[in-house]
C-alpha cells in the first residue's frame, strides 16, 4: 500500500461534487480498504466530508492541504471565481484542525508581482487556525493556461500585468512555464530563491514544519468485499 495523493491534476472539490458526490464516494472506498491518502483543495465544500475524513483520520490515514492564493477577497473573487472565499478556505482549515484532522496550508499558486507580498500573512493566519505544516507553488501558465491567464492580467491588473509576466518568465528561465523536474513548482533562479527564503523565514517564525508526520499504510486492508457476488 502506498499514499494517494488525490487532486494531483485538478480540485477533487470541484463545484459539480457537491450534486455528484464521487470524492465522497472515493473516501469510502479509501476508508473500506485503510488506504492513505492526501488531499488538496481550494474549496470549503471538503466539510461536507468531515464524517469520513474524522475516521480516516482516528487511523492516521488522512492530511487534508488547504490551498490560499491570496486574502485579498477582491482579488480572490476575480481570479478564482468557484472557488471558496479567502475566509472560508480559513474557517475550512480551522474547522478540520478542531475535529483532529491533519491539515496543511498550500501557499499556491504564487503569484510574483501580485500575490507573493501575502505569503508571510497566509501562512501566520493558517498558523493561527492550526495548521502546523504548510508548502507552496509558483504559478505556472503551460498551453492554453498561457492565453487565459495574459488576457487576465491585462484586463483584471493592467499596471502591474508587465512586471508579473516578465517575474514568471524569470521564474522559468525564459519561459512561462518550466516542466523540469524539481524546478516546476519551484522554479529557478533570483526570484525563485528569494521567494524560497521568504517562506522559510515565515515559516520559522509561525512554528510551521518543525516536525514531519507520515501517513500510516499499517491498517491496510487487502481483501474488503465491496459489492456481492453474484451466485
Request: some cysteine; charged content about 25%.
Amino acid at each position: 500500500p502506498q499514499v494517494v495523493a488525490v487532486s494531483g491534476n485538478t480540485d477533487c472539490y470541484q463545484p459539480v461534487e457537491q450534486k455528484l458526490c464521487l470524492t465522497r464516494r472515493c473516501l469510502e472506498v479509501f476508508l473500506a480498504f485503510r488506504n492513505p491518502l492526501t488531499i488538496t483543495t481550494k474549496d470549503s465544500l471538503v466539510q461536507r466530508d468531515l464524517d469520513l475524513l474524522k475516521e480516516l483520520a482516528s487511523l492516521n490515514l488522512v492530511h487534508v492541504s488547504i490551498s490560499v492564493t491570496t486574502l485579498n477577497p477582491d482579488l480572490a473573487r476575480r481570479l478564482e471565481p468557484r472557488t471558496s472565499s479567502p475566509l472560508k478556505r480559513l474557517a475550512t482549515i480551522e474547522a478540520l484542525a478542531r475535529d483532529g484532522i491533519s491539515v496543511g496550508v498550500n501557499v499556491a499558486p504564487v503569484i510574483p508581482g501580485l500575490t507573493l507580498s501575502e505569503m508571510p500573512a497566509i501562512l501566520r493566519e493558517a498558523a493561527q487556525r492550526g495548521v502546523h505544516s504548510a508548502g507552496y507553488q509558483v504559478l505556472r501558465l503551460p498551453y492554453a493556461v498561457k492565453d487565459l491567464m495574459v488576457d487576465w492580467l491585462k484586463r483584471e491588473v493592467p499596471l502591474q500585468a508587465s512586471k508579473v509576466i516578465r517575474q514568471i518568465r524569470d521564474l522559468g528561465d525564459g519561459y512561462l512555464s518550466c516542466s523540469e523536474f524539481g524546478q516546476r513548482l519551484k522554479g529557478s533562479g533570483p526570484i525563485a530563491d528569494a521567494i524560497h527564503r521568504l517562506f522559510d523565514m515565515s515559516c520559522a517564525q509561525y512554528h510551521l514544519n518543525e516536525r514531519r508526520r507520515e501517513l500510516s499504510v499499517d491498517h491496510f486492508r487487502r481483501n474488503v468485499r465491496c459489492q456481492l457476488s453474484m451466485f
